[in-house]
């Protein structure tokens, strides 16, 4: 989507439909060379708290993130809804990360300590170590946060909502 400004719209417009009154800001977050290379981008979607009441952040952040994750999921596949079906990969595939009220940046912190905890068990075991109870866009996070270690490897198995994230020794 070449208007930036369009996200926001959307969001804003979405959220306006829910009964919510905000605004939102984009700004455009740091990428992996990877996504650089394929010509992707990461939006970064702030909903703007002020002026919402503590119980109207809550439910929209929901239970264990479920409805700010939902909203980064519809925001994902509606603004890149311009690509042929068949495009599964991340080439000219934008990255939307819907904030509020500071939920996603402390979320993505916990997954750094989750991934640094795991990537630690699995080097003193030396055995898997598996992670549970993952959103698909917290489990491609802590994949790419794992892409770094050369002596780690990462997949995802199982079927949602069943879905879950294996850290292991790269086998030599």
Known sequence: MEDTSASANWLQELLSLMGYATSVDISIAEVSPEQVAAGSKNYWLEINAHGLQDHQIQRLIGKDGIVIDSLQYLSSILLNRHLPSDNAETENRNFYTVELNG??????????????????????????????????????????????????????????????????????
């Open 103 to 172: 939920y996603r940046s402390n979320r993505i912190a916990d997954l750094q300590a989750l991934a640094e905890n795991a990537v630690r068990q699995v080097r003193e075991t030396q055995t898997e170590f598996v992670i549970k109870q993952l959103s698909s866009a917290d489990r491609r996070h802590i994949h790419q946060l794992l892409e770094d270690f050369p002596d780690i490897e990462t997949h995802s198995q199982g079927r949602e909502p069943n879905r879950h994230l294996i850290v292991k020794l790269l086998q030599s």
